[in-house]
């Protein structure tokens, strides 16, 4: 986890996972990076969100992968849910309900699976494909810790890869285009600048 600048009330906070995505913000509003990963990303909104000045709104920026052909560019995200939690399981043992989507109200229709494991094989794209859009690591978490403590959200995501074979590669290969793009978009839809 790494903070760079200072939570101020009535600014957002940018949040994004790695340094990668982060190459190209030429921002006065504070970054945090939260490492990979849902737990990396929960316990570092919230560590920061908990230290006292909360932000007017957070603004996740990232890379996803592509669970259908064609989709390509920005996206601002309308719902996200957990690929890899199973809800429906520990609703039936406890009666209690635990991971049900999120909805953003920023956003549009496009949905978001997060899970913690990077979708790199067919089956895998073509299962998650039949919920979602986009695939990360961490948007879920984020939107679950903002939600908790009441700081609105807003979730970009630029397609860096198509999720299936090869996709690892393909994210090294466009992660610096996709950190451009991500950039441009805050530049346009935040006060980037003070």
């Given at each position: ?49 908990g230290r006292g000045t909360r932000p007017s709104e957070i ?88 939600a908790l403590a009441g700081v609105p959200l807003r979730m ?19 992660v610096a285009e996709c950190a451009r793009a991500l950039a ?11």
């Open positions: 986890m790494e903070l760079m600048g200072e939570i101020t009330a009535g600014r957002p906070l940018l949040v994004l996972a790695v340094k990668e995505e982060a190459q190209h913000l030429d921002t006065d509003l504070p970054v945090l990076l939260t490492g990979m990963g849902k737990v990396n990303a929960a316990t570092a909104l919230a560590t920061v969100l603004v996740n920026l990232g890379t996803a992968g592509a669970l259908r052909p064609g989709w390509t560019g920005t996206h601002v995200v309308g719902t996200v849910l957990q690929h890899d939690f199973d809800g429906e399981l520990l609703a039936s043992l406890t009666g209690e309900t635990y991971g049900a989507p999120i909805a953003l109200p920023a956003g549009g229709d496009v949905v978001l699976a997060t899970g913690d494991a990077f979708i790199a094989d067919e089956t895998s794209r073509a299962r998650l494909a039949a919920r979602a859009a986009l695939v990360d690591m961490e948007g879920y978490a984020l939107a679950s810790a903002a970009v995501k630029h397609v860096s890869d198509e999720a299936g074979e090869g996709a690892a590669r393909s994210w090294r290969e466009s441009d978009w805050a530049e346009a839809h935040t006060p980037y600048h003070a």
